[in-house]
């Protein structure tokens, strides 16, 4: 059973880079597009990017000057950077993988979550 | 943009609920169901606006195209009161979430 873990530091000073990785366990990472997304209660559920097993890359607008989304296919894990934080990037953090259809925009696995407070 | 209706529903459990997605804009049948309960990530329940996931009961349907989206659950169990958001691709690769209904006791 495939199962995604999300790693991190739950602790981040303001202007500082945010990171986080998503580990794959029980199956393999290739084959698939994954995504990371965030919930905060003032945003509710937000997109933040996703990663194709090729390396192919798509980013949120909102987000795409500060956002690094990478893939380790051998090591099964991927990760997120989030430079220059600041308090409203305070959320929990989530890795999820896309439905794999011909329509592959929907997340039909998901990690538990990394929660991540901004504050000095 | 999508807009979800109502922000809570109050039922009890053996009744009906129906749960509304409004999109700005004409999005086919690019739409997908979620439910959420306190402290997990969210479960996928239908994609492509009327096809049940994996394991998801058959209880769950999901209607709808162009704007307007609806997510029925006939014979509310209790492990379905819980957060409901829709999903959209409507400028793929931008993907956004409504702001979710509550189904609660």
């Known amino acids: 059973q495939v199962q995604l873990q999300e790693t991190g530091p739950g602790l981040v000073k303001p202007s500082e880079t945010l990171s986080l990785t998503c580990t794959v366990s029980g199956g393999s990472s290739s084959g698939y597009y994954w995504s990371w997304l965030r919930q905060s209660p003032g945003k509710g559920l937000e997109w933040i990017g996703y990663i194709y097993y090729t390396g192919r890359i798509m980013y949120n607008p909102s987000l795409k000057s500060r956002v690094s989304i990478t893939i380790d296919t051998p090591k099964n894990q991927l990760s997120l950077k989030l430079t220059s934080v600041t308090a409203a990037d305070t959320a929990v953090y989530f890795c999820?993988?896309?439905?794999?259809?011909?329509?592959?925009?929907?997340?039909?696995?998901w990690g538990r979550g990394s929660r991540v407070t901004v504050s000095s | 943009v999508l807009t979800q209706s109502p922000a809570t529903l109050s039922l009890s459990p053996g009744e009906g609920a129906t749960l509304s997605c409004r999109a700005s804009?004409?999005?086919?049948?690019?739409l997908g169901w979620y439910q959420q309960k306190p402290g997990q990530a969210p479960r996928l329940l239908i994609y492509d606006a009327s096809n049940r996931a994996t394991g998801v009961p058959a209880r769950f349907s999901g209607s709808g195209s162009g704007t307007d989206f609806t997510l029925t659950i006939t014979s509310l169990e209790p492990e379905d009161f819980a957060v409901y958001y829709c999903q959209q691709r409507s400028d793929w690769p931008l993907l956004t979430f409504g702001g979710g209904t509550r189904v609660e006791i």
């Open positions: 999820a993988r896309h439905l794999a259809t011909a329509t592959p925009w929907y997340f039909d696995l």
């Open positions: 804009q004409n999005i086919i049948t690019y």
